[in-house]
């Protein structure tokens, strides 16, 4: 992806894959609260799971925009899950 190609339909994908992420991440971690203690959300090392959770329903819209040959969508929507895994990381190892 050369960065002088960009369009308006990668930053869709971008933001798609992002909000999805941000959507996702409070649906999961209820999830997970309702089965293990009310904290959860609060621990420091269920953050990088709780978003590592919550980019899985990115492979979903991927698919979808891959079958629809909408293929800028998704690389923007594979660019989100890369920013995804740079925030797991640096939650994981650096903080």
């Known amino acids: 992806m050369n960065l002088r190609n960009w ?3 990668h930053t ?10 941000l959507i996702f991440v409070p649906i999961i971690s209820l999830i997970f609260t309702a089965s293990k203690n009310p904290q959860f959300w609060f621990l420091h090392e269920a953050k990088g799971k709780l978003i590592s959770l919550a ?6 819209w991927f ?10 969508v998704a690389m923007g929507i594979i660019l989100a899950t890369f920013i995804n895994f740079f925030i797991i990381a640096y939650l994981k190892f650096i903080v």
């Open 7 to 9: 369009s308006k339909y």
């Open 12 to 21: 869709m994908g971008l933001l798609l894959g992002i909000i999805t992420t």
């Open 55 to 60: 980019s899985l329903v990115n492979l979903a």
């Open 63 to 72: 698919h979808w925009f891959i079958k629809t040959k909408k293929t800028e």
